[in-house]
C-alpha cells in the first residue's frame, strides 16, 4: 500500500516556475513508477510524465517537454515535477501517481494523490 500525497501548487504568472512535491508512505515507494497527470475544468486526465522506479529515466508529454522535469528522492519517498516555462494552458490539477508497470495510461496506475492546483495567469 502506498499513500501519496501532492503540494507545491498555486498561482504563477506566465513564464513562472512551480515544483510540485509528492510525498509517498511506505517503504515499497522505491518499487514503484511514478507518473504526473493533470486535469483541466472539463478535459479528461492528461499524463503529464513518468519517471523509473531507479530515476534512471523518464518520459514526457509532448505538451511539457523541455520545459518540465520529473525527478525523485527515494531516500526521501518523495517524488518532484520541476515546472518552468509555465502557460496558461498548463493550468490544472495535477496529480502523482504510483505503479507497477512504465505506462502513459491512468488506469494502469495503482495508487493516486489527492491533487494540487496550479493555476497560471496570463
Known amino acids: 500500500q502506498v499513500q501519496l500525497v501532492e503540494s507545491g501548487g498555486g498561482l504563477v504568472q506566465a513564464g513562472g516556475s512551480l515544483r510540485l512535491s509528492c510525498a509517498a508512505s511506505?517503504?515499497?515507494?522505491?518499487?514503484?513508477?511514478m507518473g504526473w497527470f493533470r486535469q483541466a475544468p472539463g478535459k479528461e486526465r492528461e499524463f503529464v510524465g513518468l519517471i523509473t522506479w531507479s530515476g534512471g529515466s523518464t518520459n514526457y508529454a509532448n505538451s511539457v517537454k523541455g520545459r518540465f522535469t520529473i525527478s525523485r528522492d527515494n531516500a526521501k519517498n518523495t517524488g518532484y515535477l520541476q515546472m518552468n516555462s509555465l502557460k496558461p494552458e498548463d493550468t490544472a490539477v495535477y496529480y502523482c501517481?504510483?505503479?507497477?508497470?512504465?505506462?502513459?495510461?491512468?488506469?494502469?496506475?495503482?495508487?493516486w494523490g489527492q491533487g494540487t492546483q496550479v493555476t497560471v495567469s496570463s
Open positions: 511506505g517503504r515499497t515507494f522505491a518499487s514503484y513508477y
Open positions: 501517481a504510483a505503479g507497477r508497470r512504465l505506462a502513459v495510461v491512468a488506469g494502469s496506475y495503482d495508487y
